[in-house]
């Protein structure tokens, strides 16, 4: 885009605001920034600007930038969850590419803002993530950049083994526990008679239970590690609070993916009808829409299907009905309350499997498709693991369980990552999975991991 083209971008973005208020949408205030491609797709790697460094975040930007400079991607926007909302353009778009990005960003400004799984999200991370970053920086100058690089290599190995909704029951104060003989001021009164006792009736003290940590299965892998690893220290500890705290923070958007990315093409669709296009500028976007949303060939277009599902509610139940959906639901209520039989043919969705060293349709039923859509998202497509007891046979060691769903494990990848635990567990650490139906725990004691059948 040109630089004469940026007071009439200006003013396009007001036109474009005003609209989208008209129609109904009620986006946050949001700031925009032209970036050349260098700049945006170190954001896309980072995710947030300004976050930590790590080689992870360089891998990303390398193949991202590769792609786009190969002409095989293009990000044609970024846009930043906060209050208010950033989003960053790209200089190379035309400006009727840039009018068809506001659009879309002010879809996704008012997901943001209205959706209730968004709500407990901090709206100032660009702040909170670049205060993150300086004091990961100072514990590279105190502790030495390679065993810190080294920590958080463990701790982003399992940072998607967090639990956005935890529900922890705090003691209730007005119970007290029983008053026994032995407690209290006379209680060197007590010891005497409860030997008398145990002679006469011949019993015993009942040996006390071992306490297990934690109470219940707890998911949050992160948070336990943070709470019960007596071993680390306090700079380790904040390099795990940190993770935590910014995984957290994109948990809604892994839940909403194909909801925000409809809604937002949903609007940019009936934004853009209402501007004042010329005949060309018509045709660019015509070409532009259809290049986003378009049906998917190896996985599904979360813009292409969100976008149907949303036009399918209007049409059945008004446009009233489509703000409700769009302030209650996730990607998983969402299709399973309203992807429908017709849904599934029209948009030719199957399941499809690996077989006899080819791919092959496996099913078509509608509702077979709509639970296997909805399995793939549940913990975001990640395995389901808990640990079951942080003081394993009385000797501290970590005892992990895979809430098994039917999938195995990739066990080369659940070694790797047990290696990577027991870094920061410090003792040994199992994982009990199920493989070809058999039960197997994987321990791992330092280097090597060994695999048994129970």
């Not at 790697?45 to 975040?57: D, E, I, M, V």
């Not at 409700?324 to 399941?351: C, G, I, P, Q």
Request: charged letters at 30%; proline letters at 6%; hydrophobic letters at 35%.
């Amino acid at each position: 885009m040109e630089d004469r083209d940026l007071p009439v971008l200006e003013e396009a973005i007001g036109e474009i605001w005003e609209t989208a208020r008209r129609l109904g949408l009620d986006p946050f205030p949001t700031h925009f920034e032209i970036v050349p491609a260098t700049i945006l797709y170190e954001f896309g790697a980072y995710l947030l600007p300004g976050r930590f460094s790590h080689w992870t975040h360089g891998k990303a930007y390398y193949t991202m930038k590769s792609s786009y400079d190969y002409g095989l991607s293009k990000i044609y926007e970024l846009v930043i969850n906060a209050n208010p909302s950033y989003a960053f353009l790209l200089e190379t778009n035309s400006l009727l590419q840039n009018k068809f990005v506001v659009a879309h960003v002010f879809g996704h400004t008012d997901f943001f803002k209205n959706n209730i799984w968004f709500a407990p999200t901090n709206r100032r991370m660009l702040e909170t993530v670049s205060q993150n970053a300086r004091r990961i920086r100072q514990y590279g100058i105190e502790e030495g950049n390679l065993e810190v690089e080294r920590f958080l290599d463990a701790v982003l190995s399992i940072s998607d083994h967090i639990d956005p909704f935890p529900r922890r029951e705090q003691p209730d104060p007005r119970e007290e526990p029983p008053v026994r003989p032995g407690d209290g001021p006379y209680a060197d009164l007590f010891p005497r008679q409860e030997r008398a006792e145990e002679k006469k009736t011949g019993a015993r003290a009942a040996k006390p239970q071992r306490r297990k940590v934690p109470p219940e299965p707890e998911k949050d892998l992160l948070l336990f590690l943070l709470e019960h690893a007596d071993h680390l220290e306090d700079w380790q500890r904040d390099i795990i609070a940190i993770v935590r705290e910014e995984s957290l923070y994109f948990v809604p958007q892994m839940m909403t993916k194909i909801m925000n990315e409809g809604w937002a093409s949903f609007w940019h669709m009936r934004i853009m009808r209402e501007l004042d296009l010329t005949d060309e500028e018509f045709v660019e976007f015509g070409r532009l829409h259809a290049a986003v949303c378009t049906p998917g060939h190896a996985r599904i277009n979360p813009y292409y299907v969100g976008l149907k599902v949303f036009e399918d509610i209007e049409k059945r139940f008004g446009r009233e009905k489509i703000f409700a959906v769009r302030e209650m639901e996730n990607d998983v209520s969402f299709l399973r309350t309203y992807l429908t039989e017709e849904l599934v043919k029209d948009l030719d969705l199957f399941v499809y499997e690996f077989q006899d060293e080819e791919w092959k349709i496996t099913d078509k039923n509608w509702e077979r498709v709509r639970d296997a859509l909805c399995d793939a998202m549940t913990n975001f497509g990640h395995p389901y693991i808990v640990v079951e007891d942080g003081d394993y046979k009385g000797r501290r060691e970590l005892y992990l369980r895979h809430q098994h769903d039917g999938r195995d494990l990739d066990l080369p990848y659940a070694e790797r990552t047990l290696q990577y635990v027991y870094q920061l567990w410090g003792r040994p650490v199992h994982l009990e999975t199920r493989v070809e139906g058999k039960p197997v725990r994987l321990t791992c004691e330092g280097d090597k991991v060994r695999r048994e059948t129970l």
